[in-house]
């Protein structure tokens, strides 16, 4: 088949079916259409913006934590987006910090950490240029309460460094890395009344190997921790990142004095799969983002971003856990390692109480601390704290995947919409971009039971139940939204990547953080589509309703009844807007009205048709390609073709730059130039015996004196024997011309002669007589043969160990499929003793 007829199978296979392809947005917006939402950057111009960290809701205000000062924003706030207050908080010794080899920019005070202590005062970390500290702060003033204490396991060295943080139960529960050097991960909790701080295993790989911590909250009776980190039972595989939840019980209070004392007993962790299923099964492992607890189909439930590993293809996907699943996890068998392999712990090795349960509840129901537990269940637990199979999602399969820019923050809107029944993602790209995605109501199709686990190779295969494609049924993308504006926003080299996603559902509004500024939109844009019920309907928005006195309005309790919504696209709007606005529509697509994609009428292609375009696309290749190649393929002889009835002339000699004379041949006399003569015109051939081009040939040189012209078969075989049989012609010497070091066409000699130098084609003729060649020591001694000129110097010449032709230099790559015989060397008389001769 010709290149291009497959070049057309494959656009046409394309065109039907894109691999890996993702959802179109029903509605763009580009930067034009949001440049009018407020942002903020900070105070000041020093070149790097905000310097954002993390923010959180607290009492109907916003607190964001950024570089040296924290934020206080009033939600739902009409107007420029402006802090009421700001607290600024700079490190005290930045002497030291660059006395450890850090950056200017590096030895500031970032506050990672700002977590609600109660209603009224919440703790706040900084780095404190590598040194962190932490303070309680007032939520209405900012203002410090109490004095401040250290930040270690409470909060990074680096700002690089991630860390999750939450009280429960009046402790802190903090995950991060407790030293310098970012060696030693923890799992810690602090300021607890009553009860000694507790944390995880010092320095060991099978407890936390290089995590990075997304999300930490409490359920039931234990605190979960979800987090990414290298999978130490995929060692073999390289540094693979996979995700992962833990967890701790809350009433933990650390071991015994003999084992796990001061640390967790409880302390156990399961591998989150998240992946499309099909024969071969695609991961995404890396963890990204993960929301708090939510209703989702009727279900507590997690909503987790994941993404493809860093060398992998760009990727993206949610997945929902639920939480009863996540619970039954913990009850799996636990995994250990045998050699290169991990395999699961037989039941009957597994020591009672069942190591990692609370205490006071299910097999441990009869011991009332921690710390009373047997030293053997402790020894276990600390040597098994990863469990074999792996938590499957919900359904079996993401409800959302993305290919392109990878996502990197989650926010979730759970009942939403006239009825409370709909459910919305807003998902942040690392190119500035914001998705907002509508889930399906109905739940995804799945024949295993409630709270079923999954091995990392254990998936559906095509035609199960519920496999329905890659996202959910229902699953839309409805918008996407462009808000970097790198013009608006400094920041480092990254800054579009967006670092955090804050909703404000009273106020439909989300607030987007970017490392330079912060930014206010709308959660939907209903007043686009002005009176156009068409546009309004399309949109699929459940934050939008078609009410007709006032249009396309946002969707609220106190709308008078009489509202339309078309969330499933069920109701066939035909009808068209000519007057409707077009701000919206920032695309420029001949598709798009106000921002939304409508369906053109017959723009759909049957399969078959796909299917018989591809055919005759072949055929058609198949039938030029035959017409193409007859015409190229010259036209065979029928027969022997006669002699000619005239002598055979060769072609002219091509123009050989030549550097001297040709050398004399064997006897010392040159050729003898060819007279002048006029033969007929012979037709040229087009290539040469050995697949080479004859060259143009140029004017003749005028012939030189010399005998009379030979006859032209004589003169043929002459020349044929001249080039050793080769087919090249050898130009005839001339006053004053040169010839090449090393001729193409020239054979070598099959014997040089005994008495006399061989011919040499790198020497000018008029350059001292070659020496003659070499003899071997036995030949001279025992031949008596005649030597050479006194005082001429001998070459060297190299023998192969099996006899042979010398070690000179190769001919030419055109030459070397010719038949060449060395000379024939007479047998030495004398011949050494081997070690088995007297």
């Given at each position: 088949?010709?290149?291009?007829?497959?070049?057309?199978?494959?656009?046409?296979?394309?065109?039907?079916?894109?691999?890996?392809?993702?959802?179109?947005?029903?509605?763009?917006?580009?930067?034009?259409?949001?440049?009018?939402?407020?942002?903020?950057?900070?105070?000041?111009?020093?070149?790097?913006?905000?310097?954002?960290?993390?923010?959180?809701?607290?009492?109907?205000?916003?607190?964001?934590?950024?570089?040296?000062?924290?934020?206080?924003?009033?939600?739902?706030?009409?107007?420029?987006?402006?802090?009421?207050?700001?607290?600024?908080?700079?490190?005290?010794?930045?002497?030291?910090?660059?006395?450890?080899?850090?950056?200017?920019?590096?030895?500031?005070?970032?506050?990672?950490?700002?977590?609600?202590?109660?209603?009224?005062?919440?703790?706040?970390?900084?780095?404190?240029?590598?040194?962190?500290?932490?303070?309680?702060?007032?939520?209405?003033?900012?203002?410090?309460?109490?004095?401040?204490?250290?930040?270690?396991?409470?909060?990074?060295?680096?700002?690089?460094?991630?860390?999750?943080?939450?009280?429960?139960?009046?402790?802190?529960?903090?995950?991060?890395?407790?030293?310098?050097?970012?060696?030693?991960?923890?799992?810690?909790?602090?300021?607890?009344?009553?009860?000694?701080?507790?944390?995880?295993?010092?320095?060991?790989?099978?407890?936390?190997?290089?995590?990075?911590?997304?999300?930490?909250?409490?359920?039931?009776?234990?605190?979960?921790?979800?987090?990414?980190?290298?999978?130490?039972?995929?060692?073999?595989?390289?540094?693979?990142?996979?995700?992962?939840?833990?967890?701790?019980?809350?009433?933990?209070?650390?071991?015994?004095?003999?084992?796990?004392?001061?640390?967790?007993?409880?302390?156990?962790?399961?591998?989150?799969?998240?992946?499309?299923?099909?024969?071969?099964?695609?991961?995404?492992?890396?963890?990204?983002?993960?929301?708090?607890?939510?209703?989702?189909?009727?279900?507590?439930?997690?909503?987790?971003l994941f993404g493809t590993q860093p060398n992998s293809i760009p990727g993206s996907a949610v997945c929902a856990f639920y939480l009863a699943d996540v619970e039954r996890a913990?009850?799996?068998?636990?995994?250990?390692?045998?050699?290169?392999?991990?395999?699961?712990?037989?039941?009957?090795?597994?020591?009672?109480?069942?190591?990692?349960?609370?205490?006071?509840?299910?097999?441990?129901?009869?011991?009332?601390?921690?710390?009373?537990?047997?030293?053997?269940?402790?020894?276990?637990?600390?040597?098994?704290?990863?469990?074999?199979?792996?938590?499957?999602?919900?359904?079996?399969?993401?409800?959302?995947?993305?290919?392109?820019?990878?996502?990197?923050?989650?926010?979730?809107?759970?009942?939403?919409?006239?009825?409370?029944?709909?459910?919305?993602?807003?998902?942040?790209?690392?190119?500035?971009?914001?998705?907002?995605?509508?889930?399906?109501?109905?739940?995804?199709?799945?024949?295993?039971?409630?709270?079923?686990?999954?091995?990392?190779?254990?998936?559906?295969?095509?035609?199960?139940?519920?496999?329905?494609?890659?996202?959910?049924?229902?699953?839309?993308?409805?918008?996407?939204?462009?808000?970097?504006?790198?013009?608006?926003?400094?920041?480092?080299?990254?800054?579009?990547?967006?670092?955090?996603?804050?909703?404000?559902?009273?106020?439909?509004?989300?607030?987007?953080?970017?490392?330079?500024?912060?930014?206010?939109?709308?959660?939907?844009?209903?007043?686009?589509?002005?009176?156009?019920?068409?546009?309004?309907?399309?949109?699929?928005?459940?934050?939008?309703?078609?009410?007709?006195?006032?249009?396309?309005?946002?969707?609220?309790?106190?709308?008078?009844?009489?509202?339309?919504?078309?969330?499933?696209?069920?109701?066939?709007?035909?009808?068209?807007?000519?007057?409707?606005?077009?701000?919206?529509?920032?695309?420029?697509?001949?598709?798009?009205?106000?921002?939304?994609?409508?369906?053109?009428?017959?723009?759909?292609?049957?399969?078959?048709?796909?299917?018989?375009?591809?055919?005759?696309?072949?055929?058609?290749?198949?039938?030029?390609?035959?017409?193409?190649?007859?015409?190229?393929?010259?036209?065979?002889?029928?027969?022997?073709?006669?002699?000619?009835?005239?002598?055979?002339?060769?072609?002219?000699?091509?123009?050989?730059?030549?550097?001297?004379?040709?050398?004399?041949?064997?006897?010392?006399?040159?050729?003898?130039?060819?007279?002048?003569?006029?033969?007929?015109?012979?037709?040229?051939?087009?290539?040469?015996?050995?697949?080479?081009?004859?060259?143009?040939?140029?004017?003749?040189?005028?012939?030189?004196?010399?005998?009379?012209?030979?006859?032209?078969?004589?003169?043929?075989?002459?020349?044929?024997?001249?080039?050793?049989?080769?087919?090249?012609?050898?130009?005839?010497?001339?006053?004053?011309?040169?010839?090449?070091?090393?001729?193409?066409?020239?054979?070598?000699?099959?014997?040089?002669?005994?008495?006399?130098?061989?011919?040499?084609?790198?020497?000018?003729?008029?350059?001292?007589?070659?020496?003659?060649?070499?003899?071997?020591?036995?030949?001279?001694?025992?031949?008596?043969?005649?030597?050479?000129?006194p005082g001429s110097a001998r070459p060297l010449a190299r023998m192969h160990s099996l006899g042979g032709t010398p070690w000179g230099p190769r001919p030419p790559a055109s030459?070397?499929?010719?038949?060449?015989?060395?000379?024939?060397?007479?047998?030495?008389?004398?011949?050494?003793?081997?070690?088995?001769?007297?």
């Amino acid at each position: 088949m010709p290149g291009w007829a497959l070049l057309v199978l494959l656009l046409l296979a394309g065109g039907a079916q894109a691999f890996p392809g993702g959802p179109r947005a029903l509605s763009a917006l580009g930067l034009p259409g949001t440049a009018a939402f407020p942002r903020f950057g900070g105070f000041g111009d020093n070149g790097t913006g905000l310097g954002f960290q993390h923010m959180v809701r607290i009492n109907g205000s916003l607190l964001l934590a950024a570089r040296d000062h924290i934020f206080s924003f009033e939600l739902g706030a009409a107007g420029p987006l402006r802090p009421q207050r700001h607290l600024t908080w700079e490190p005290r010794d930045r002497g030291s910090c660059a006395l450890r080899g850090r950056r200017q920019d590096e030895c500031h005070n970032y506050i990672r950490v700002l977590v609600p202590r109660d209603a009224r005062t919440l703790l706040a970390c900084g780095t404190n240029a590598f040194s962190p500290v932490c303070r309680t702060i007032q939520v209405g003033s900012l203002a410090q309460e109490g004095e401040e204490l250290s930040g270690q396991a409470r909060c990074p060295f680096d700002a690089k460094q991630s860390v999750v943080a939450l009280f429960v139960d009046s402790s802190l529960y903090s995950a991060t890395v407790a030293d310098f050097q970012a060696s030693d991960p923890v799992i810690y909790r602090s300021l607890s009344p009553g009860r000694p701080p507790l944390r995880t295993l010092k320095y060991s790989s099978r407890w936390l190997m290089e995590p990075h911590f997304v999300q930490a909250l409490p359920y039931g009776p234990h605190v979960y921790f979800f987090f990414r980190e290298v999978a130490v039972e995929l060692s073999a595989l390289g540094k693979v990142l996979v995700a992962r939840v833990a967890r701790v019980c809350r009433n933990d209070r650390g071991g015994s004095p003999r084992v796990l004392e001061r640390r967790w007993t409880s302390f156990l962790k399961v591998r989150l799969h998240c992946a499309v299923p099909g024969d071969t099964v695609f991961y995404f492992d890396v963890l990204e983002a993960v929301t708090p607890p939510c209703t989702l189909h009727g279900h507590p439930a997690v909503l987790a971003l994941f993404g493809t590993q860093p060398n992998s293809i760009p990727g993206s996907a949610v997945c929902a856990f639920y939480l009863a699943d996540v619970e039954r996890a913990f009850e799996g068998a636990f995994a250990e390692s045998r050699g290169a392999v991990w395999a699961p712990v037989p039941e009957e090795r597994v020591p009672r109480p069942r190591p990692g349960c609370c205490a006071g509840m299910a097999s441990a129901a009869g011991i009332a601390t921690s710390a009373e537990l047997p030293d053997e269940t402790l020894a276990f637990a600390k040597e098994h704290p990863l469990l074999h199979r792996a938590l499957a999602p919900a359904g079996h399969r993401p409800l959302f995947t993305h290919t392109g820019p990878r996502l990197t923050q989650l926010a979730v809107d759970a009942g939403v919409g006239p009825w409370g029944n709909r459910t919305v993602l807003f998902l942040g790209a690392e190119d500035g971009h914001v998705l907002k995605v509508l889930v399906g109501t109905r739940p995804p199709e799945d024949p295993r039971p409630l709270g079923a686990t999954a091995a990392p190779g254990d998936t559906q295969k095509p035609g199960d139940a519920g496999d329905t494609g890659d996202t959910g049924p229902e699953t839309l993308l409805l918008d996407e939204i462009s808000l970097y504006d790198p013009g608006r926003c400094r920041g480092p080299r990254d800054a579009s990547r967006v670092l955090g996603l804050e909703l404000h559902p009273p106020g439909q509004e989300l607030y987007v953080a970017f490392a330079g500024c912060l930014v206010r939109l709308p959660l939907s844009h209903c007043a686009q589509h002005g009176t156009c019920r068409r546009s309004c309907l399309a949109t699929r928005d459940p934050y939008c309703v078609w009410l007709p006195p006032r249009g396309c309005v946002p969707f609220s309790q106190d709308l008078p009844s009489g509202f339309e919504q078309d969330v499933e696209g069920s109701l066939g709007i035909t009808e068209s807007c000519q007057d409707a606005p077009t701000e919206g529509d920032s695309d420029g697509d001949g598709d798009l009205a106000h921002g939304v994609c409508q369906a053109v009428p017959g723009a759909a292609v049957p399969v078959p048709v796909l299917v018989g375009c591809a055919l005759a696309a072949f055929a058609l290749g198949a039938a030029a390609a035959g017409l193409v190649a007859a015409a190229c393929r010259p036209s065979a002889p029928k027969g022997t073709p006669e002699p000619p009835d005239t002598p055979l002339q060769p072609p002219g000699p091509p123009p050989v730059p030549r550097l001297y004379p040709t050398l004399p041949g064997p006897g010392g006399l040159r050729d003898p130039p060819t007279p002048p003569t006029t033969p007929k015109a012979a037709p040229q051939r087009a290539t040469e015996p050995h697949g080479g081009l004859t060259p143009n040939s140029g004017p003749p040189e005028p012939p030189g004196p010399g005998p009379p012209a030979r006859p032209a078969l004589e003169e043929l075989l002459q020349r044929l024997h001249g080039s050793g049989g080769s087919g090249w012609p050898v130009t005839p010497p001339g006053p004053g011309s040169f010839a090449n070091r090393v001729q193409p066409g020239v054979g070598f000699p099959r014997a040089a002669p005994r008495d006399g130098a061989p011919r040499r084609l790198d020497v000018p003729p008029d350059s001292p007589p070659p020496p003659a060649p070499r003899r071997p020591l036995a030949q001279r001694h025992s031949l008596g043969g005649p030597a050479g000129p006194p005082g001429s110097a001998r070459p060297l010449a190299r023998m192969h160990s099996l006899g042979g032709t010398p070690w000179g230099p190769r001919p030419p790559a055109s030459e070397r499929g010719l038949p060449t015989k060395p000379p024939l060397l007479p047998k030495p008389l004398m011949l050494p003793a081997g070690p088995s001769q007297p």
